[in-house]
């Protein structure tokens, strides 16, 4: 069984500029979730889609968005990139709406110049 | 203060050694209790997870969680150096899928 795909694995971008990194949960899961990661700040929630809905939203500004797709296919995305954009940005998938199985994928590095 | 607090480390042990892993946190509504291994350039792996307080044993694994001090745990007995990582508590309440990390603890076993 696949698990959790992010792409792409890097990305460089100069600040201003926007980037929507990707990620596509193991099959059957219905829930992702995004997180960021820094050595600051540590693992950060970002948001949940289940369904294609949004249901929880962490404490980030209105630049991260994200959406989800009707084959639970997910992506997000950041506008007007700032130097402190620059994380791991993790993506999680579970089966239920609920479960407490969350398996993460290998994250996308993002480093804003 | 944060909501889940994990000491940093790093921790150093010898192979062979039992290691043990800790956090403390403070909102008495957390319902599950997982931990996760991180190696470096990888995502998070779930190890573990246990629902309020009790032990849980996977192999050379053990998860304890005490909800009224507020404090978990994680045993890792006979420490290999493939367990070499950074280990993650995370917590979450009941009904709710956003995860609360601690800081992680950066562990290396050596030979």
């Known amino acids: 069984k696949a698990g959790v795909t992010q792409t792409p694995r890097y990305l460089i971008k100069t600040r201003g500029q926007q980037v929507t990194l990707s990620c596509s949960p193991i099959?059957?899961?219905?829930?992702v979730s995004w997180y960021q990661q820094t050595p600051g700040q540590g693992l950060q929630f970002l948001f949940e889609y289940f369904s294609e809905t949004q249901r929880n939203k962490g404490n980030f500004p209105g630049r991260f968005s994200g959406r989800q797709f009707s084959n639970s296919r997910s992506e997000m995305n950041v506008s007007t990139l700032e130097l402190g954009d620059s994380a791991l940005y993790l993506c999680a998938s579970s089966s239920q709406g609920s479960s407490t199985e969350a398996f993460f994928g290998q994250g996308t590095r993002l480093t804003v110049v | 203060q944060k909501e889940v607090e994990q000491d940093p480390g790093p921790l150093s042990v010898p192979e062979g050694a039992i290691v043990s892993l800790n956090c403390t946190y403070s909102n008495s509504a957390f319902q599950y209790f997982m931990w996760y291994r991180q190696y470096s350039r990888k995502g998070p792996e779930l190890l573990m997870y246990?629902?309020?307080?009790g032990n849980k044993e996977d192999g050379r694994f053990t998860a304890q969680v005490d909800k009224s001090s507020k404090y978990i745990s994680l045993f890792i007995r006979d420490s290999q150096p493939s367990d070499s990582a950074t280990y993650l508590c995370?917590?979450?309440?009941?009904?709710?899928?956003?995860?609360?990390f601690g800081q992680g603890t950066r562990l290396t076993i050596n030979p």
């Open positions: 246990t629902y309020s307080s």
């Open positions: 099959s059957g899961h219905r829930s």
């Open positions: 995370a917590m979450k309440i009941a009904g709710a899928q956003k995860l609360v």
